[in-house]
Structures are given as structure tokens and as C-alpha cells.
């Protein structure tokens, strides 16, 4: 199993990281973010794609209720 980076000095001044995705609506693409709270985008992203059948399913659910901030879907992990 390959290490994972050790955080910048960007990310460490950056907090914890958050990663953009899109989920389709129709014809049209609707913009999410998901808050993480890992300190590298590499980590955050790994979290995503591991983790996206749920994090897909909550975007989706938001979009319904229309929960969206700034014209975009903000998701937070826990």
C-alpha cells in the first residue's frame, strides 16, 4: 500500500481540505462541494471516490430539498 503525501505547507496554512464534484440534473450539471476534514486533497479526494455511492445519494437528496448555497450543493463530513 503506497504512503500518502505528507501535507503541504499550503494545506497545513489551508485548514481542512474540500473537494468539488458535479452531479448531473437533467441536462445540466449541478456543482457540490464536500467539506472534509483531511488535510490533503489527496486524502479528501480518496475519501470521495471510496465513499461515492453515499456522498452521491446525499447531493441528490439535497438538490430535491433544494438545499443549495451559492447556486452549489455543500456537503459536510462528519
Known sequence: MRKLPKPTEQEL???P???SFQI???NA???CVLQTSFPTQVEARRHL???WPTIERMAREALVAGNLEGGQIRLAMV
Open 13 to 15: 496554512s489551508e485548514g
Open 17 to 19: 481540505q474540500a473537494v
Open 24 to 26: 448531473s440534473n437533467g
Open 29 to 31: 450539471r449541478q456543482g
Open 49 to 51: 471516490l471510496s465513499n
